[in-house]
C-alpha cells in the first residue's frame, strides 16, 4: 500500500512568520505532487503542484521537491491568519494501469494574530 | 462557473436504506472520482472513472456502485447503507492523463443512523 505521511499537527504560528509543511511518501515512481487547502467543512481547494525537484515559488507559497529523500513541502511566507487550515499533501501513484491520486491525512494549521 | 456539483449536501438514512449521490462536471474533464473523507483518515479513493464508459475500483469499494452515465455525470450508490459508511463523500474530476490535478466538488455529509 502507497503511503503519504504528515503530521497532523496543529502547527501553530504566529501572523507574519513562516508556515513550514512537510510530506513524505513511498513510492519511488511517482511524478507529480499537490498541495491542496480545505478549510473547516469545505471541499479541498489546490494551490501548488511540483514535478520537478527543487523549488516552485507562485505568491507568498513554495513548494519543494526532493525525490531522492521522497519529501515535499510547502512553505507559506508571511503567514495570515486566513491561512489557518488543513493542508492535504497529495502524490500521484501508477497502479492498474492507471495515475491514482494518494492523500495524506493533512497538517492543520493555525496562525494567530 | 459551477465546476463539480454534488446532490445532495446533507444526508440522513437509516441502516439497510439505499440511495444515491449525484456528481457532474462541466469542466469536459475525462476522468472523474469518488472518495470519502473521515476524521484523521485523509482521502480515501472509492471508484474512479478514467473515461466515459469505465469505472474501476480505489482503495474502499465494498459496499458502494457507481455508473458513469455520460462524460459529465458519475453517480455513487449506496445499495445497503450501514453506519461505517457515515462519511463525508467528495467527487472530484481531472483531464485524463499525468500531472493532472482533481478538481473537487462541495461534498455530501451523509450520516447513517
Known amino acids: 500500500q502507497k503511503e503519504v505521511e504528515q503530521n497532523s499537527g496543529p502547527l501553530s504560528v504566529p501572523e507574519g512568520a513562516i508556515a513550514s509543511l512537510n510530506c513524505t511518501y513511498s513510492d519511488r515512481g511517482s511524478q507529480s505532487f499537490f498541495w491542496y487547502r480545505q478549510y473547516s467543512g469545505k471541499s479541498p481547494e489546490l494551490i501548488m503542484f511540483i514535478y520537478s525537484n527543487g523549488d516552485k515559488e507562485d505568491g507568498r507559497f513554495t513548494a519543494q521537491l526532493n525525490k531522492a529523500s521522497q519529501y515535499v513541502s510547502l512553505l507559506i511566507r508571511d503567514s495570515q491568519p486566513s491561512d489557518s487550515a488543513t493542508y492535504l499533501c497529495?502524490?500521484?501513484?501508477?497502479?492498474?494501469?492507471?495515475?491514482?491520486?494518494?492523500f495524506g491525512a493533512g497538517t492543520r494549521l493555525a496562525v494567530h494574530p | 462557473n459551477a465546476g463539480v456539483t454534488q446532490t445532495p449536501k446533507f444526508q440522513v438514512l437509516k441502516t439497510g436504506q439505499s440511495m444515491t449521490l449525484q456528481c457532474a462536471q462541466d469542466?469536459?474533464?475525462?476522468?472523474m472520482y469518488w472518495y470519502r473523507q473521515d476524521p484523521g483518515m485523509g482521502l480515501r479513493l472509492i471508484y474512479y472513472s478514467a473515461s466515459e464508459g469505465t469505472t474501476d475500483k480505489g482503495e474502499v469499494p465494498n459496499g458502494y456502485n457507481v455508473s458513469r452515465l455520460n462524460k459529465r455525470e458519475f453517480s455513487l450508490r449506496l445499495e445497503s447503507a450501514a453506519p461505517s459508511q457515515t462519511s463525508v463523500y467528495f467527487c472530484a474530476s481531472s483531464e485524463r492523463g499525468q500531472n493532472q490535478p482533481q478538481h473537487f466538488g462541495d461534498g455530501t455529509r451523509l450520516s447513517i443512523l
Open positions: 497529495a502524490v500521484t501513484s501508477f497502479s492498474g494501469g492507471y495515475n491514482k491520486l494518494i
Open positions: 469542466m469536459n474533464h475525462n476522468s
